[in-house]
């Protein structure tokens, strides 16, 4: 019994120490404590108002290692935490896309992809294409054919995965318990009709970039994720694999694309408007892409702590 009133004293004690430690010094914990798991982190305070922003990506092979833990622990520190962007995806949307399978997955009348590129891109998709066993390759969606070519040429996707820290951030909240909600929400009705009525010619950019990607090679992915651990964001954010999907739907859709980004600039003006710490977590692509959430951020005359994003020298 003594034990256990003793062990109850410290547990009080220790939640008293917490409960009075300053929001500075917690804040420095978690910032600590999550950049020791090898993602990339920025901290922007206004006031009292504290944003951690937690930069992810997928696609990152199994050899390539992290600290998740790390990352679970700094989610248990914040008041608050942001998961990425949902999309709601209901039976009707199911079925829509069931109904315009074909539509979806092959270009129209009898076109092929000779159609859509100029002679010089098509040649270099040949060349990539070579050692298929088919030509049917020809005939698929543009974007279908983008996907294909980023995952399977560029490594992207092969093979086994580590866990993205999007996905890290999200479990780690729920099992905690922790009052966590999504930066927004896209209507599955938006999302498919985007899909659906988009020519094959919406397309040919997204194509174009996934090609460039794929003749980039296999060892692209890895490079990209060691670039990510490393902390080396513009890397990141120049690579084939991130210029490739920018282009592609939905990041690249001229109605999806400005939804997205201001439910991202509502996130952060509640976020700098509360006393808290509030931890989000979004895609590298999304916080450090020219004109992005970072830049935003301090064109705003806001102080974002963190590695440097900027692209260097020569790159565009």
């Known amino acids: 019994m003594r034990s256990a009133l003793f062990a109850l004293g410290l547990s009080v004690l220790w939640s008293g120490i917490a409960a009075a430690q300053p929001q500075e010094d917690r804040l420095d914990d978690i910032v ?30 199994h050899d390539v290692t992290w600290h998740p833990e790390a990352l679970e622990s700094a989610v248990r520190g914040a008041d608050l935490v942001l998961t990425p962007q949902e999309g709601q995806i209901g039976i009707a949307d199911v079925l829509r896309i069931v109904w315009r399978l074909r539509t979806i997955g092959q270009l129209p ?43 399977n040429r560029a490594g992207f996707g092969q093979g086994r995965q580590s866990r993205p820290a999007g996905d890290v951030v999200r479990r780690t909240a729920r099992e905690a318990g922790m009052d966590t909600r999504p930066v927004g929400v896209v209507g599955g009705s938006s999302l498919v009709a985007s899909l659906i009525d988009a020519p094959p010619q919406a397309h040919v950019a997204c194509l174009q970039a996934a090609i460039v990607a794929a003749e980039a090679g296999p060892d692209t992915a890895r490079r990209r994720a060691l670039a990510w651990r490393a902390r080396s964001v513009a890397v990141v954010a120049s690579s084939p694999i991130d210029l490739a999907l920018s282009q592609c739907w939905p990041w690249a859709d001229a ?10 600039a509502d996130t952060i003006d509640t976020a700098l408007d509360e006393p808290q710490v509030t ?23 806001l102080d974002v702590q963190g590695p440097d994003w900027h692209p260097v020298d020569g790159e565009d």
Not at 46 to 59: A, E, P, Y
């Open 32 to 61: 600590v404590i999550a950049q020791s798991s090898g993602a990339p982190i920025w901290t922007i305070s206004d006031g009292d108002s504290t944003l951690v922003l937690v930069g992810s990506i997928s696609g990152i092979p």
């Open 255 to 264: 109605d999806i694309a400005p939804q997205l980004q201001r439910q991202w």
């Open 109 to 151: 009348d009898q076109t092929t992809t000779a159609d859509y590129l100029s002679p010089d891109w098509q040649g270099r998709l040949d060349r990539l294409m070579a050692a298929e066993r088919s030509d049917r390759w020809r005939r698929q969606s543009l974007l279908l054919l983008a996907f294909d070519l980023i995952e």
């Open 279 to 301: 931890l989000a977590v979004a895609g590298v692509r999304l916080l450090a892409v020219e004109g992005g959430i970072l830049d935003q951020l301090e064109a705003r005359g």
